[in-house]
């Protein structure tokens, strides 16, 4: 059983910076793309970004200039670099991999944008 474990989440005041990562614990093959959820308490889960195996990169317009995704294709591993946090950017974050055989995702880590 393939899992995607996240990290990089955390508390952090408003206009700093958080790197979040997720990793999966095996290859998996035929990756087509990878994003980054976020789910803020009584609210749906909502594409934050994603990125094709062509390295097309989408955002939600309300991270787009403060927000980049990226990945390591060979770690198996994608990247969402976060600055200018806002406090609605508060909410926990799940990253998700699709490939040919399904989708996967990982637990969620937390990141608290606060004073």
């Known amino acids: 059983q393939v899992q995607l474990v996240e990290s990089g989440g955390g508390l952090v005041q408003p206009g700093g910076s958080l790197r979040l990562s997720c990793a999966a614990s095996?290859?998996?093959?035929?990756?087509?793309?990878m994003g980054w959820y976020r789910q803020a308490p009584g609210k749906q889960r909502d594409l934050v970004a994603s990125?094709?195996?062509?390295?097309?990169?989408n955002y939600a317009d309300s991270v787009k200039g403060r927000f980049t995704i990226s990945r390591d294709n060979a770690k198996n591993t994608v990247y969402l670099q976060m600055n200018s946090l806002k406090p609605e950017d508060t909410a926990v974050y799940y990253c998700?991999?699709?490939?040919?055989?399904?989708?996967?995702w990982g637990q969620g880590t937390q990141v608290t944008v606060s004073s």
């Open positions: 998700k991999f699709a490939s040919t055989r399904g989708l996967y």
């Open positions: 095996r290859s998996i093959i035929n990756i087509y793309a």
């Open positions: 990125i094709t195996s062509g390295d097309i990169t």
